[in-house]
């Protein structure tokens, strides 16, 4: 065991290479106080119990607790730029009809008709609408949710004086995001990300940027598991062995910035503090691996006499992104040019704002199957300055193909997801094997995955979710 165990108090040991804040602090370009802001709390070393892994029960649960409660992204705001535009978001049972209102305003619509319940817009599609009318007899309803037209409304005459407009979740507009909500009591979107979180995600100005690659695939595994592949860079020297040569795994950086917030950094253009002394600083470049290095077109630079790999690698994707997107990033610093910044946003969402690889990534679990997740992960790209772009098409992959078919996947970062699949079907089925009633996780390294099932638990206990139908309409 590491030697400074007994020493410290649980939760204060740190892998005793350089810490990610050191290597940023060397950076030629300095970092913004979003990435320097350094937030770990130690909330106990207790197993998490297996069956919220695997068990129909919990996941039924969850649908019924915890995910009517929270904020969760429904769409980009491009999705749906005009008047009529509309994007189906579902969640488990639960569908809505996300549409852009004549008057600009974006309403989120419970999916179902107020006849006899036909989903008014098939679930996963999206496209435009002057109305929202029912496929089944007609019934119509305006964007703004208020009733059309009811055909042959004198044989309902018993409706005089009731309320007939479409019941609503609430809606949040932030960094270029649709988010729903469909507990009226819950807390604002902001309240519900925090002073710290909101800072961040306000300096990322996503909403400058737009989807250009979105691939779709389902994961072997409950939607928890599958999050939690993705919450710590500790399986890095095991699971993607081709990406620590230049990647700081073991020395990341794990915060929290209260119940559904929290992130990693792990620094790119350094190698991993386990093979320190394999590797010199030019094999750092000739092993870089991550990030969008197709961009570099095959091209690795030099490195001279005393230069960092880590500096070398930064001013080179400074040079490569301006050419590429045709912007000035002098005040970009390195590490938001280099490094993962990987945020998990309760309960779904993956945020990477950095700029090498900028990506989202949004998990679902499969209303079919508590044992599957509808992954999604979508590339972005800064607008161009005339506004000219084109929203990416969801592509959707089969079990069998590889993250690597996808049509503009960088064929390395495809590696890197189907080797967390793989991962994924082991997972699933040794918990299920498991004579041990519950997983052990690391207390610094795997903080995300306890912060996030903490705040599960948070929900778990609370009644399921009920609203009147009065409550829910406008
Ligand atoms: S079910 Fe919708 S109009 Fe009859
Ligand atoms: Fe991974």
Redesign the pocket.
């Known amino acids: 065991m590491n030697q400074q165990t007994g020493k410290l108090k649980p939760g204060e040991a740190r892998h005793p290479d350089e810490t990610t804040q050191e290597i940023i602090a060397r950076d030629a370009h300095a970092a913004p106080a979003w990435a320097r802001d350094v937030s770990y709390t130690y909330m106990g070393s207790e197993d998490i119990s297996r069956d919220r892994y695997t068990g129909a029960e919990f996941a039924a649960g969850e649908m019924a607790r915890m995910w009517p409660r929270t904020w969760q992204m429904a769409c980009r705001e491009d999705n749906i730029p005009e008047a009529g535009d509309y994007y189906v978001y579902d969640i488990g049972p639960y569908s809505f009809v996300v549409a852009r209102t004549q008057d600009g305003e974006i309403r989120a619509h419970y999916n179902s008709c107020l006849h006899r319940g036909t989903k008014l817009k098939p679930s996963g599609t999206e496209g435009f609408s002057n109305d929202l009318k029912c496929p089944f007899h007609g019934w119509s309803w305006n964007l703004d949710g208020s009733l059309k037209d009811i055909p042959e409304k004198w044989d309902f005459a018993h409706l005089e004086g009731r309320k007939m407009c479409l019941p609503q979740a609430r809606v949040a507009r932030l960094g270029g995001f649709v988010w729903i909500n469909m507990d009226p009591s819950a807390p604002s979107l902001e309240d519900y990300l925090g002073e710290a979180a909101l800072a961040h995600l306000k300096a990322w100005k996503l909403e400058d940027r737009y989807i250009y690659l979105h691939v779709q695939k389902s994961y072997p595994a409950n939607w928890k598991l599958t999050m939690e592949?993705?919450m710590e860079a500790y399986?890095?020297g095991d699971?993607?062995p081709q990406v620590a040569p230049a990647n700081g795994d073991v020395n990341s950086q794990y915060d929290t910035f209260g119940p559904n917030v929290d992130r990693f950094i792990s620094t790119l253009g350094v190698v991993s503090p386990k093979l320190r002394d394999k590797y010199t600083e030019a094999d750092i470049i000739e092993n870089f691996t991550l990030g969008d290095s197709s961009a570099m077109g095959g091209q690795k630079p030099e490195l001279k006499e005393g230069q960092r790999a880590r500096q070398v690698m930064a001013d080179m994707f400074r040079a490569m992104f301006e050419q590429a997107t045709n912007t000035d990033l002098s005040h970009v610093s390195d590490t938001e040019l280099l490094d993962t910044y990987s945020y998990t946003f309760f309960p779904n969402l993956f945020l990477f704002p950095g700029i090498s690889l900028p990506m989202i990534y949004r998990f679902r679990p499969d209303p079919r199957d508590h044992r599957r997740t509808i992954y999604e992960v979508m590339f972005m790209r800064p607008k161009p300055l005339d506004g000219d772009f084109e929203m990416a098409e969801v592509q959707i992959l089969r079990d069998d193909q590889s993250f690597a078919e996808a049509e503009g996947m960088d064929p390395g970062f495809g590696v890197?997801?189907d080797?967390?699949t793989d991962?994924l079907y082991a997972q699933q089925e040794g918990l299920e094997a498991s004579a041990k009633p519950g997983i052990t996780l690391a207390d610094y390294q795997e903080i995300r995955i306890r912060n996030f099932e903490r705040t599960i638990d948070t929900y778990m206990a609370l009644a399921p979710f009920a609203a009147s139908l009065e409550e829910l309409q406008p």
């Open positions: 592949a993705f399986h890095v699971t993607h890197i997801l080797q967390d991962n």
